[in-house]
C-alpha cells in the first residue's frame, strides 16, 4: 500500500470511521474549510465510491462549500454491499476496522506525519468479532505499545485558552476504576501529561482530580486518596520541581480554574492540564465546555492521532445537518501538534 505524489510531511492520514455514520460528511465539510493550512494535504482511507456517494446527497441538500471527491487522494478500501445511513452492522464495523488498521500502517511506513480519526461504533466493531473497547486500544496494539494514552484538548474560540485533559482510565466500568488506578498507571500518565504540557510551558501547572467525593475527605468518604495517592503525587512532585501540581482535588471543582479560563482567559491559577481518574470524570466538564472544539488525542504512539469529540451520528446520518467544527479541530490539532520540534501550537 503505498501513497503516490504525497510529501508525507505535509501528509494527514485520515480513516473515515463507520460508513453508516457521519464520519465523510464531517470529513467532505472540513476539509472544505478555510481554518485549514493550505499546504495541508490529506489522504483519506476508506470506500471511494461511498465517499462520492455521500458528497452527491450533500450536493443535491445544497450543502456547501465540500471538499470534491474527484480531487482527494484515496486509499481506496470498497464496501463490499450496499448499506444504509444510520444502520450499524457487522458490515460496517468491519470496513471501519480494516479502514483504520490500513491508515495507521500508512503513517507507520512513513507514509504520512499523523493520523486522523473519524467515529467508529465498538457495538459494529464487536459484531464483526474485534472485541476492542475502542479506537485506542487497537492503535495501541498495532504500535506494539500498552502505554497510549486518551487526552482531551480544545482551544476556546471565547479566550484563546487551550483546555487539556487526560484520562487515567478509559472504556473500562466505573466499578473496575479502583482496580485498574495503580500507583504505576497514575506515574504513566501523570507523564504523559507533563510532557505534553511542557509544548506550552516549561513549567506547567496540572491539577489531579480525586477518586472519590471531596478526594476522601481524609478517609471518610474513601480511602484510596490517604492511603496511596497523596503520598504518591507528593513524591513526584518532589521529583519535578519545575512542575506546580495540586491534587487530589475534589472532583466537583477541579474543572472550575479551568471553565474561568475558557471564558475569560488564563490567570495565575489556571491549569495547563488535568489528570481525570476515569473517563465521565474527565469527559463531562469538557463536553460541556468544548463539545465542538475537543479533540481526542492519543499519547504515547510512534505518531499523533486525532478524532473529534463526538461519535457516529447515526441518528442524523444521512441527513446532511452534521457539524464539522470538531472535525476542522481534529484536523488543525493534528497538523499543529505533529509539527517537528514543537514547542508551542499556533492558534
Known amino acids: 500500500m503505498s501513497i503516490e505524489c504525497t510529501d508525507a510531511s505535509q501528509t494527514l492520514l485520515i480513516a473515515l470511521g463507520d460508513p453508516a455514520g457521519i464520519g465523510m460528511e464531517v470529513t467532505l465539510k472540513a476539509l472544505a474549510s478555510e481554518e485549514l493550512p493550505r499546504e495541508l494535504t490529506p489522504v483519506l482511507v476508506g470506500c471511494r465510491r461511498s465517499l462520492e456517494a455521500v458528497h452527491r446527497d450533500l450536493c443535491a441538500r445544497g450543502i456547501t462549500p465540500l471538499a470534491d471527491p474527484e480531487r482527494l487522494q484515496v486509499l481506496d478500501r470498497p464496501v463490499p454491499a450496499p448499506i444504509r445511513p444510520g444502520e450499524a452492522s457487522a458490515l460496517t464495523g468491519a470496513c471501519s476496522f480494516q479502514w483504520l488498521t490500513d491508515a495507521v500502517r500508512a503513517v507507520l511506513a512513513g507514509q504520512g506525519r499523523a493520523l486522523v480519526t473519524a467515529p467508529i461504533a465498538k457495538h459494529a466493531w464487536h459484531a464483526a468479532g474485534h472485541g476492542y473497547p475502542g479506537q485506542t486500544e487497537r492503535l495501541a496494539e498495532l504500535c506494539g505499545t500498552d ?191 505533529s509539527q517537528p520540534g514543537l514547542t508551542r501550537i499556533s492558534t
Not at 471565547?158 to 472504556?171: F, Q
Not at 477518586?211 to 507528593?234: F, M, S, T, V, Y
Open 147 to 337: 502505554r497510549a494514552a486518551m487526552l482531551f484538548t480544545a482551544l476556546s474560540p471565547l479566550s484563546g485558552w487551550r483546555l487539556n485533559t487526560l484520562l487515567a482510565t478509559t472504556h473500562i466500568p466505573l466499578s473496575a476504576v479502583p482496580q485498574a488506578l495503580t500507583p504505576d498507571r497514575l506515574l504513566e500518565k501523570l507523564n504523559h501529561l507533563a510532557e505534553f504540557c511542557r509544548r506550552f510551558n516549561p513549567t506547567p501547572r496540572l491539577l489531579v482530580a480525586g477518586l472519590n467525593p471531596h478526594a476522601g475527605e481524609q478517609g471518610n468518604l474513601g480511602k484510596e486518596e490517604r492511603d496511596w495517592l497523596i503520598p504518591l503525587l507528593r513524591q513526584w512532585a518532589s521529583e519535578h520541581p519545575e512542575i506546580q501540581l495540586e491534587g487530589p482535588m475534589p472532583p466537583d471543582t477541579c474543572w472550575l480554574p479551568a471553565a474561568r479560563a475558557w471564558v475569560q482567559g488564563p490567570e495565575r491559577h489556571s491549569p495547563d492540564g488535568i489528570l481525570a481518574l476515569y473517563h465521565d470524570q474527565g469527559l463531562i466538564p469538557v463536553k460541556l465546555l468544548a463539545f465542538d472544539q475537543a479533540v481526542n488525542t492519543t499519547l504515547g504512539l510512534p505518531f499523533l492521532r486525532t478524532s473529534p469529540d463526538h461519535g457516529t451520528g447515526f441518528d442524523i446520518a444521512g441527513r446532511g445537518i452534521a457539524r464539522s467544527d470538531s472535525m476542522v479541530a481534529a484536523l488543525r490539532a493534528a497538523w499543529d501538534l
